[in-house]
């Protein structure tokens, strides 16, 4: 079982940026291929970016591509994603999420077993 905590979320103005991070209980962290999502009201959940259990791999949308960075501190057990450049358009609940082993696909929010509470990330124009 692994529990999945978000912070860092908040309010910035367009071209700010924010790093939120996601503690993970557990001591299997390093197991886990991460994920960030997001969700903006009334659209789907979307995949932000991935990275493998040992941070060798990342993963991308082209959104946030050039952007946002993804990493992880397995010796803290958390995965942070710091977030550049921000636009109107990143406003969304952000969520982290935990796949055992290797993320054969990334993007795909099925794939993962272990779902944070989200934080909510507002930028104004």
């Known amino acids: 079982q692994v529990q999945l905590v978000e912070s860092g979320g908040g309010l910035v103005q367009a071209g700010g940026s924010l790093r939120l991070s996601c503690a993970a209980s557990g001591r299997t962290f390093s197991s886990y291929a991460m994920g960030w999502f997001r969700q903006a009201p009334g659209k789907e959940r979307e995949f932000v970016a991935a990275i493998s259990w040992g941070g060798g791999s990342t993963y991308y949308a082209d959104s946030v591509k050039g952007r946002f960075t993804i990493s992880r501190d397995n010796a803290k057990n958390t995965v942070y994603l710091q977030m550049n450049s921000l636009k109107p358009e990143d406003t969304a609940v952000y969520y982290c999420?935990?796949?055992?082993?290797?993320?054969?696909?990334?993007?795909?929010?099925?794939?993962?077993?272990?779902w944070g509470q989200g934080t909510q990330v507002t930028v104004s124009s």
């Open positions: 999420a935990a796949d055992y082993g290797d993320a054969v696909t990334p993007h795909d929010a099925n794939e993962y077993d272990y």
